[in-house]
């Protein structure tokens, strides 16, 4: 079956950086895309970017460009999300998940269990 | 524009029908797939494409879509349907995507 599996919860302090790790079994793992969600507390879903797992050219939501790093490994078939000048507004549970996309149509149908993140001053 | 408008709030009594709706630009040539959240828990797809169910979702669960709005409709609501329901697709770019701010569904 398929699995998406997250790396534990961090504490970082501000400015610093955090990587989050997010396993895939029971499928190819070339085969889809991984997107990466968070979730600030009380809030909504935000979107923050996709990694083709085969090539590892990523797509970056705009508000984290240049904050934010997605790498794979395949030989290990895992994603990463690293997160660079950590503030507190950071603070969040950061998904990962599964895409399927067609012409005009997409959705994440696999997720990560979610990477709670504190950021602490 | 990348933005996806829903109502923050949505109730519907035991047995009734709800429309949860999303409006967005991108609507118009994307189609939005829609996700069930409850606390604590990694959100659940439970609509796709134009009104496709992912296996084990119930079929009380449909999707509509006309112009830049994009509906989900629970026929006949159940206690375990109360969560937040988030709509999402890709931007103008097609290469982003964007969530909607999420409706609270609470089930009376």
């Known amino acids: 079956q398929v699995q998406l599996v997250q790396s534990g919860a961090e504490v970082k302090k501000s400015g610093a950086s955090v990587k989050v790790s997010c396993k895939a079994s029971?499928?190819?793992?070339?085969?889809?895309?991984f997107h990466w969600v968070r979730q600030a507390p009380g809030q909504g879903l935000e979107w923050m970017g996709r990694?083709?797992?085969?090539?590892?050219?990523?797509d970056y939501a705009q508000n984290f460009q240049g904050r934010v790093t997605l790498t794979r490994d395949k030989s290990i078939g895992t994603a990463y999300m690293e997160l660079s000048g950590l503030r507190s507004d950071d603070t969040a549970v950061y998904f990962c998940?599964?895409?399927?996309?067609?012409?005009?149509?997409?959705?994440?149908?696999?997720w990560g269990q979610g990477t709670l993140v504190t950021v602490s001053s | 524009s990348s933005e996806l408008t829903q109502d923050p709030a949505v109730s519907v009594a035991l047995g009734q029908t709800v429309r949860i709706t999303c409006q967005g630009d991108s609507l118009r040539r994307y189609y939005a797939s829609w996700y069930q959240q409850k606390p604590g828990q990694a959100p659940v797809l439970v609509i796709y494409?134009?009104?496709n169910r992912p296996s084990g979702i119930p079929d009380r669960f449909s999707g509509s879509n006309s112009g830049n709005t994009t509906s989900l409709t629970i026929t006949g609501a159940q206690a375990e349907d109360e969560a937040d329901y988030y709509c999402?697709?890709?931007?103008?770019?097609?290469?982003?995507?964007?969530f909607g701010g999420g409706t609270k569904l609470t089930v009376l």
């Open positions: 029971g499928y190819t793992f070339t085969g889809y895309y």
């Open positions: 998940a599964r895409g399927v996309s067609g012409y005009d149509w997409d959705y994440f149908d696999y």
């Open positions: 494409g134009k009104n």
């Open positions: 999402d697709s890709r931007d103008s770019s097609g290469n982003h995507w964007v």
């Open positions: 990694i083709n797992p085969n090539s590892g050219g990523a």
